[in-house]
């Protein structure tokens, strides 16, 4: 989920008004650094998705929480 652009601009008008730096604003807002540039260059959020759709192998992935399954249960008969 991503923050609401009315978030974005008080957050920046905090940074500004108080004379913060980046990484002080990142540690009050606890947002990272990489977010609070991202902000700054540009400040509209994205409304599309910039990567292609993936599709899951759900035999695959079957597998792999059956997999899961028998290694979570051994831990518990062996602890």
Not at 7 to 28: D, G, M, W
Not at 38 to 44: C, Q, S, V
Request: glycine residues 2%; charged residues 25%.
């Amino acid at each position: 989920m991503g923050y609401s652009l009315d978030f974005r601009q008080r957050v920046l008008a905090y940074k500004e008004i108080n004379e913060f730096t980046f990484e002080k604003t990142s540690e009050h807002f606890n947002a990272s650094l990489r977010t609070l540039f991202l902000w700054a260059n540009n400040i509209t959020p994205c409304i599309n998705r910039q990567k292609a759709t993936t599709k899951v192998d759900m035999q695959a992935l079957e597998k792999d929480v059956q997999s899961l399954e028998m290694i979570i249960n051994g831990r518990e008969l062996n602890a």
